[in-house]
């Protein structure tokens, strides 16, 4: 079936992109916005926008009857969660094919496995896929504690419902496990009504890196190449370049084959991201998929010309992929800055009244923001208010045409991670193409 | 008296002091949540928590008053 009409259940900056591709498509956009958010430009761009609550997720974007009720009196034909929120939400997906509506995303079951780290980690073993040296479920700290005590400190005490950087504890020894392991049970019954737990070994130092998988519903799955992840803090990642500019051609290669196979043997559809730890010696294991389009997701359309968002849509409606894997070519080089509302020395979160913001317009640079000048970033959602998308033939040519990019940002009112970034590019690791998770903590702090 | 103010503007994720109950200086006293990261809050100084005017899930702003804490 055709979507004429989709309600987009998300906010800011990954709002205003879906918008985007359905202006190109000729669909008619539906946004929903909470209290906090209606002075900010993806309401305006819809072409209808609806008040859902006020400012905390649980009683706005995370309301699902709310967004449901919105989705029939709208009329629309399909519900792009786009990433966070709702997006990895079984439950939910269901909710919306149940009501007749298309969701635009993989099929319930396959998210729901996913979202279960220790499932996850399963169907991968599997499909043939190397994880991450660890446990299933530990159902009491002494279980925990014989694990690591059978894999060697230190280990991540991972909660199976977490993600995204949340609900990960490392402990270097003994002593450290077992103090930490109620306040962890704790703190993730409260954050995800989920206290399972997993041990897996702590991996350093590391690369992240990920495979872009797209299925359709015929069968068909193809990657679009990987991206480098590994500049992170608190476990969450602030520049993504691709292609990779570290791992070898064969472990290139490697990494696409486990990916597909992974893909193929869940009958994957939509498009989803499998992550990897990649170790020093270059062995890499599965850490978990994303089913749902990443933040980092321009990179990959930076490199392949390809809209992703369209082809989600094309595929949510049934369409075959117009492409098959040796059709795909990946030129150039592209990297993506996360520009983050944050103290720069200590990464806290710095909210506020935006005085001032303002990009330039450059050839090669794409911009993807959720805010304007005179908008309010406030503390109920996620730091990010835009992410800068570089691109060119080659990996030196984007850092210096990203320097310049970046210098010429304008951004007063609040605090931002932007003299973070431009360090980060001087970095004589980042320069070379040869750093790991840890590059951010070995910047200089004055 | 000395009081406990919130650093920024957030909600109350956790109170892991009760009143009455003795506190010293550095201690985590409250947890807040804001744009989806945990700030835990200190005493600045030791002493005996006198009241405690917010609740875990109430929206506070930068400045708002936690707790208040006689010095001992």
Request: proline share 5%; charged share 25%.
């Amino acid at each position: 079936m055709k979507i004429k009409k989709v309600l987009i259940a998300n906010r800011g900056e990954i709002a205003s992109r879906v918008i985007r591709t359905c202006q190109k498509l000729g669909i008619q956009a539906v946004a929903v916005y909470s209290e906090a958010d209606q002075a900010l430009p993806y309401v305006r761009q819809a072409d209808e926008a609806y008040l859902i609550g006020p400012g905390p997720v649980v009683k706005s974007y995370l309301n699902q009857e709310k967004i449901l009720e919105v989705a029939q009196e709208a009329d629309v034909d399909a519900i792009h969660p786009g990433y966070g929120l709702l997006s990895e939400n079984a439950y939910f997906a269901k909710k919306v094919i149940d009501a007749g509506l298309v969701w635009i995303g993989p099929r319930p079951e396959v998210i729901a496995q996913m979202g279960e780290k220790v499932t996850a980690r399963q169907v991968m073993q599997k499909a043939g896929v190397p994880v991450v040296p660890g446990s299933d479920a530990v159902k009491s700290v002494e279980e925990a504690a014989a694990i690591a005590q059978e894999i060697g400190f230190p280990v991540l005490l991972k909660a199976s419902s977490g993600g995204g950087g949340m609900g990960m504890y490392l402990c270097h020894g003994m002593d450290e496990l077992r103090s930490q392991f109620p306040l962890a049970q704790q703190r993730a019954k409260a954050l995800f009504g989920d206290d399972t737990f997993f041990v897996e070994k702590w991996i350093s130092p590391a690369r992240h890196i990920e495979v872009q998988v797209i299925g359709d519903q015929h069968g068909n799955v193809i990657h679009l190449f990987e991206r480098e992840c590994s500049v992170q803090r608190r476990n969450q990642k602030v520049i993504e370049e691709s292609l990779s500019p570290s791992i070898s051609q064969e472990t290139r290669q490697r990494l696409y084959e486990a990916a597909l196979l992974a893909a193929r043997s869940m009958h994957y559809t939509n498009a989803g991201t499998i992550e990897f730890v990649v170790d020093s010696e270059e062995n890499f294991y599965f850490l978990e998929m994303n089913t749902r389009l990443q933040v980092e997701h321009p990179v990959t359309e930076a490199i392949t010309g390809v809209d992703l968002v369209e082809l989600q849509f094309a595929i949510a409606e049934g369409k075959e992929l117009p492409w098959k894997q040796e059709e795909m070519k990946a030129r150039g080089h592209a990297i993506e800055f996360r520009l983050y509302a944050e103290n720069p020395k200590n990464f806290y979160p710095s909210p506020g009244l935006l005085q001032e913001l303002s990009f330039p317009v450059l050839e090669g640079v794409r911009i993807d923001a959720g805010y304007e000048t005179g908008n309010t970033v406030t503390p109920f959602y996620d730091p990010m208010i835009a992410k800068v998308i570089v691109s060119g033939s080659w990996r030196e040519e984007v850092i210096e045409k990203a320097k310049d990019a970046l210098s010429k940002i304008s951004v007063s009112g609040i605090q931002t991670n932007l003299p973070v970034l431009l360090q980060v590019l001087d970095h004589p690791s980042f320069v070379a193409g040869k750093y790991d998770t840890n590059i951010l903590n070995s910047l200089p702090r004055e | 008296m000395a009081q406990v103010t919130a650093s920024m503007a957030g909600s109350v994720w956790k109170i892991l002091v009760k009143e009455g109950e003795q506190v010293v200086q550095g201690q985590d006293v409250v947890i807040l949540e804001s744009m989806k990261m945990e700030i835990p809050i200190q005493a600045e100084v030791s002493g005996t928590v006198e009241k405690i005017f917010v609740e875990e899930g109430s929206f506070v702003n930068e400045g708002d008053p936690l707790l208040s804490l006689s010095e001992s």
